[in-house]
């Protein structure tokens, strides 16, 4: 992503606190629009401007992944998440939509019109 000249940060639990804030204080003020995490962030932060949440594994706790998704789409604005799902992550994925009562759609072909 670097590469493509998009400014990325990442952060997971086992760095200091001091280093996470400053992490998170610069995707909050825009300077770096691209946070990679553990699910370190899937609780508790709220940042206004998330519009896309993508979930390169599902949680292995299924009451995190509402806190996941959460982010994106925060104080009525729009958002999306999406979620890698692997032929081993069929079972995890429907266990998650039983749980919240919800269908989780494939992704569309139009995506950048939804995003």
Known sequence: MRDANFTVSSMHGDM???E??????????????????????ARGIDVQQVSLVINYDLPSNRENYI?????SGRF?????????VTNEDVRI???IEQYYSAQIDEMPVN????V
């Open 16 to 18: 200091p606190q001091k």
């Open 20 to 41: 996470r804030d400053a992490i998170m204080g610069e995707f909050r003020n825009g300077s770096s629009r691209v946070l990679i995490t553990t699910d370190v962030w």
């Open 67 to 71: 806190h996941r998704i959460g982010r």
């Open 76 to 84: 009525g604005r729009k958002g999306v998440a999406i979620n890698f």
């Open 93 to 95: 994925l429907r266990d």
């Open 111 to 114: 995506i950048g019109e939804v």
